[in-house]
């Protein structure tokens, strides 16, 4: 497998230095990206770089995921209007475990020669004196090589202006790279488009500190067919992490996505070749409608993200809320996954005490909630079929709901009409 013309096909490469293809042809190199650890979960907006680590190494390549325990220290000004908080010591090496157990999820890190390998530059910087990094680092990068760079200059000329922490930030992600050609043999390193003039500042030091060669690669920044920014809903991030996103939340973020971007995201974020990604893009444009590309996409992200158990409630959940799936199936669902189920679903919280005395559901539904506006609106619904609490038309305005009746002893789940859904909570 060529990686280079792999990442190519698949719309993904965006710049690549002279001699990059070349090199990597001549058997097993080894490369690197770096994420910057600032949350305790990468999110989907991570998943363009994790998905150029796994082709790297399906071609036959070392890959190398360095978490920026120093690097989080200080702040990349890349795309950034203004500089971020910085993290303490603590706060990032809970961070760098929880990214290393996610990046462990896609890369193999126990197969032979060209299995991942996990790094974090705060080991190499933590002993390096303020005076030895100018003298060892710096002396070899001008000042005018570094203004040039566009994150440097769009930094400079907007409101807020860069720090001298910031404007750093090229030669100590520079040195990292020096120090993985050193000590590792790296000598390719990736990321985005919006890394270009960081990468060519580590391939700029090499060169001048050593007389080294090495290489750069970045892919597209994803955005969506109508410009706005890949991997934003309206909640925030899509994260990879279930406790902050649920996998019925992620499942139904590729679901949604638009046909033009369905096409561009089935090539960039899953494994399928060619010609099965050409036999759904067929079937997807005999049946718009089906929605092959989105359903495909979906299922191979989830599935590789938080596993077929995850992936199976996820169309559950789907068709419990779109279709005729019974109540019964939330007795299958935790707390928390019930909850993410309902998530933007109107809720109304009562007392387990007014359960257990019985409540009569006009009030239910009109004076202890506000599904209905009035207890008069409730009862001809109710009269007339269209109104239901937990998958079961209710029988009269006189029908009283107790305890017996809550799903896991917790929740009550009311349909006003068949889409409009409404979640009682008892606590």
Not at 140 to 165: C, E, P, Q, W
Not at 205 to 218: H, P, Q, S, V
Not at 260 to 285: G, M, P, Q, W
Request: with cysteine; hydrophobic share 40%.
């Amino acid at each position: 497998m060529n990686f280079v013309e792999e990442l190519r096909w698949r719309g993904m490469l965006h710049d690549i230095m002279p001699g990059t293809e070349e090199m990597l042809n001549q058997g097993m190199a080894s490369g690197y990206i770096g994420f910057d650890p600032t949350a305790d979960s990468l999110h989907v907006g991570h998943l363009t770089q994790i998905m150029t680590l796994i082709h790297f190494q399906r071609a036959g390549h070392k890959p190398f995921a360095l978490v920026g325990g120093a690097t989080g220290m200080v702040g990349d000004p890349s795309g950034k209007s203004q500089e971020r908080n910085l993290l303490s010591e603590e706060a990032l090496q809970h961070n760098l475990a929880c990214v290393k157990a996610q990046l462990e999820k896609f890369l193999n890190f126990s197969s032979g020669d060209n299995q991942a390998q996990m790094v974090n530059n705060y080991d190499w910087f933590k002993e390096f004196s303020f005076l030895s990094f100018i003298r060892d680092v710096g002396k070899h990068i001008t000042v005018n090589y570094m203004m040039a760079k566009d994150s440097v200059k769009n930094r400079l000329n907007g409101d807020s202006g860069m720090s001298f922490t910031e404007f750093t930030y090229q030669l100590v992600q520079g040195y990292d790279f020096y120090y993985l050609w050193k000590h590792h043999n790296c000598t390719l390193q990736m990321g985005g488009s919006d890394q270009w003039g960081n990468i060519v500042t580590g391939t700029e030091l090499i060169r001048r500190k050593d007389a080294g060669e090495a290489f750069a690669l970045t892919t597209q920044l994803i955005k969506k067919a109508d410009g706005t920014k890949f991997g934003k809903s309206e909640g925030g991030n899509i994260w990879l992490d279930a406790a902050k996103t649920t996998p019925y939340k992620f499942y139904q973020f590729w679901l949604n996505t638009g046909d033009e971007d369905a096409k561009s995201y089935i090539r960039i974020f899953t494994l399928f070749d060619r010609d099965v990604i050409e036999s759904l893009e067929a079937e997807h444009n005999a049946a718009p409608h089906q929605r092959a590309l989105q359903k495909a996409l979906a299922k191979d992200i989830t599935i590789r993200v938080h596993g077929e158990d995850a992936y199976d409630k996820a169309i559950k959940s789907s068709e419990f809320l779109f279709g005729n799936t019974g109540i019964e199936f939330l007795n299958e669902l935790s707390e928390s996954e019930i909850l993410g189920v309902f998530e933007g679903v109107p809720n109304y919280t009562i007392s387990k005490e007014e359960f257990a005395a019985g409540i009569n559901v006009q009030d239910l539904l009109a004076v202890k909630t506000a599904v209905f506006a009035s207890k008069g609106e409730a009862k001809k619904m109710i009269q007339g079929g269209g109104a239901a609490i937990n998958k079961v038309k209710i029988a009269t305005p006189e029908t009283q709901y107790q305890s017996s009746d809550l799903i896991n002893q917790k929740f009550l789940v009311v349909q006003k009409g068949k889409k409009n859904y409404f979640l009682i909570i008892a606590e």
